[in-house]
Each structure stands twice: as C-alpha cells, then as structure tokens.
C-alpha cells in the first residue's frame, strides 16, 4: 500500500441504529493501514442520537450542520475541514463493504479518483431505483461517450484539491456523487472503477427514488449543458431541420405555396444550430481549451 495521509469524510443523518458498530469497525480497520488518516464524522441535524454517539467514538472529529443541510453539503463540509488531499467518502448505514478500503488506498496513488462500482456479486438495490435510474445513466454515458460503471456510488477516494476545483457547482444533495463523477470524466481526468458488493442499508433510506430521479435527470441534462452543449444543440437542431425540411416537401408536393410553419421551423434550426456553436465556443474559452 502507497505511504500517503488521507481523511476519511463520513455524512451522517439520523444514523443511529448502525452508527456505533460502523465507527468501530471502520476505526479497528484504518488503524491497521500504518498511516496518517483521520476520520471526520458531519452529522447533517439528525434528529436521533447520531451526534451523540459519533461524539463519543475514540479517534473520530465530530462536525455538526444545526439543520438538514443536506448530503453533498456534509460530505463538502468535512472536505473543508479535512488536512489531508486525499479524501474517501462513505456512508455509515451499512452498505458499503469497509473491507474494500485498502484496495481503494492502494488504487488511488495512480488515479485522479477511485469509484466502488455496485457490480459485484451481492447487490441489493430495489427494482424501482434501478428502473428510475435507467434513463439517469443512458443521458450520463452519452456525455461522456462510453458506459459509466456507477455513476453516483457513496464509496469513492478522490484529490482534494480537485474536487475543491469544482465546489461551486457541487450540489448539497444527493447528487454530489453524480456531478462529481461527470466533473471528472468529462474533463479527463483518470478515474479507476472497483467492483464491490452492496448491502441492504439498516435504518431507512432517505432517498425517494421518483422525485430524486427527476432532480438527477436535470443534474445531468445541466451538467451536458456545463461541459459538451453540443451534444445537446446539435441533435435539436438536427431534429428542427427534419421537420422543416419534411414541412418544405410537404407545403410543394401538397399545397404548391411555403407555408409560414416551414420557415418557423428551419429558421428555429439555424438558432438553435447557432446557439449551440455559440455555448460551446464559450465552454472552450472558458475552460482554457
């Protein structure tokens, strides 16, 4: 294993039934490694004994949001916080295999990011989250152009100092994984996938698997637009130029005038055509390509 510090950020919200056994277990683990590491517990306002008892866990900083701030603002919470560059997040609800983590340390030295990709042979996942994700990940693998093994895994070691690059357009969310994960792909960087199991969580879940659904579909629709619009404008204006050009056939072959339809819809194609040259022109100046 690499010789390196790193800090292990832990979000936690109303996660008492699993909490103490995790810390332990997680302590037990890190403390075998022979190298500098902290742990930083964020309880995000639960309303159980979650804080109380991250508190009273040897070895571990406690940080506390006063309300629900949610997700991705617990896990930027403890980046800030942490003093070391490499940072693995991970949940305390029981899902993620803690036995995986020397493999991700070992990984990490000679990637950007390491992911735990929920592929393995265990994998306890609903059929309604999968069947609401489905679309979720289609839109993601077509950004970035090949198949994302996971796109929003809470297992996961990463630079600091890269994830810090992209913070003002991290959300506090449950998305965080999501726009971290296309952060990264989407401008190069090396990321390194590791299949692991994935256990039915103790306590229940607060993700809602519709509503989070549409607000990931919108992430990622934002995130095509941020970093490949052409992708987006591109097959619009494709599209406008189709009906325009189906409308102009149709307008001489049937009703022997051009109709206003026809040249509503072929100048829409050239404005989106020409927005979409536009975004993307500013996307590379802005990006310094």
Known sequence: MDKFSFSVVIPVYNEEQHLKRFLEDLTRLISGFNQEAEIIVVDDGS?????????????????????????GSAIKTGILASNF?????????????????????SESGEYDMVVGARIGQKVHQSPVKKLAKWPINQLANYLVGFRIPDLNSGLRIFDKSLALKYFRILPNG???????????LSDGYRVKYI??????????????????????????????????????????????????????LYDIRFLKDLTEKSVILFVSFVQIAILGFLADLINKRGSGQ
């Open 85 to 105: 560059d490499k940072i693995l997040i991970i949940d305390a609800d029981g899902t993620y295999p803690i036995e995986k983590i020397s493999e991700f340390i």
């Open 174 to 184: 449950f998305s965080f994984t999501t726009n971290i994960t296309l952060a990264f």
């Open 47 to 71: 309303a159980d004994k979650s804080f109380e008892i991250a508190s009273s866990a040897p070895g571990v900083r406690v940080l506390r949001h006063d309300i629900n701030l949610g997700y």
């Open 195 to 248: 299949p692991i199991d994935y256990h039915k969580r103790v306590g229940v879940s607060k993700v809602r698997p519709f509503r989070d659904a549409i607000n990931y579909f919108v992430l990622v629709m934002r995130m095509i637009l941020f970093y490949n619009p052409l992708k987006f404008f591109i097959p619009l204006s494709i599209l406008f130029f189709l009906a325009s050009a189906a409308s102009f």
